[in-house]
């Protein structure tokens, strides 16, 4: 079934450490979005990418990076973890000329 | 700046009731206004969207009314049933047409529990 693949699932992380969250699709999409969930906020846009070589910062990009080498893969990398990115991460990509996301099934990260 | 505000923060209804959820939102240039559904330990899911150009949408048991006047739209789940038990987001943005780049501001989401 054609969607967003991400990976991990769950990570458990020590504070300061560095990480990376995959995220693939295939379903050929420009535009692609990391964001957080966290009880009672809702969902937070970390950065976006409307197109491959292209990134920007979305609501809160403080302590995280992405990179966009090609149309299919948006990681997101900590670069020295803290506590409060405990979260659950969640990567989407939009069907072209719509407003339509679609999301992947997230990836669960602790920071201790 | 909340621009894309939601309430209630929880909702719980009976099997075969009504189960009402409002958003208002600031920005006059948004011009697409869509509802996500998510199920527990899954990723959101698109339910319905709407236009300013009209005031209704309905799929099934699920509509949207928009009042742009308001600036203000809901989503109106009919016959709820225990299976719609899910949290709910509605989001705004602005399209191409809009002069913006779809990018979306969500709610802070709506758990229902519908009771069997």
């Known amino acids: 079934i054609a969607g967003i693949t991400q990976a991990p699932t769950s990570q458990i992380l020590a504070a300061g450490r560095r990480m990376t969250l995959r995220c693939t699709q295939d379903?050929?999409?420009?535009?692609m979005y990391w964001y957080r969930q966290d009880l009672g906020l809702g969902l937070r846009l970390i950065h976006y990418?409307?197109?491959?070589?292209?990134?920007g910062k979305g609501e809160v990009p403080d302590g995280y990076s992405v990179s966009r080498a090609n149309t299919d893969d948006f990681p997101l990398t900590l670069a020295s973890a803290v506590p409060s990115q405990t979260s659950v991460y969640f990567c989407?990509?939009?069907?072209?000329?719509?407003?339509?996301?679609?999301f992947g099934e997230g990836s669960r990260l602790t920071v201790l | 700046q909340q621009q894309v505000k939601q309430s209630p923060q929880s909702l719980i209804v009976q099997k075969g009731g009504i189960s009402i959820i409002n958003c208002a939102y600031e920005?006059?240039?948004?011009?697409?206004f869509p509802w996500y559904q998510q199920f527990p330990g899954k990723g959101p899911a698109l339910l319905i969207a709407?236009?300013?150009?009209?005031s209704e949408k309905k799929e099934g048991r699920f509509t949207i009314s928009f009042n742009k006047s308001a600036k203000q739209f809901s989503l109106h789940i009919m016959d709820s049933q225990p299976g719609d038990s899910a949290t709910y987001f509605c989001?705004?943005?602005?399209?191409?047409?809009?002069?913006?780049?779809?990018?979306?501001?969500f709610g802070r989401g709506t758990s229902l529990i519908v009771h069997p």
């Open positions: 709407i236009r300013p150009d009209v």
């Open positions: 989407a990509s939009r069907r072209p000329n719509t407003g339509e996301l679609f």
């Open positions: 379903m050929r999409h420009n535009a």
């Open positions: 990418s409307n197109t491959a070589g292209t990134t």
């Open positions: 920005n006059t240039a948004f011009d697409y």
């Open positions: 989001a705004a943005s602005r399209t191409a047409r809009a002069g913006g780049s779809y990018i979306p501001t």
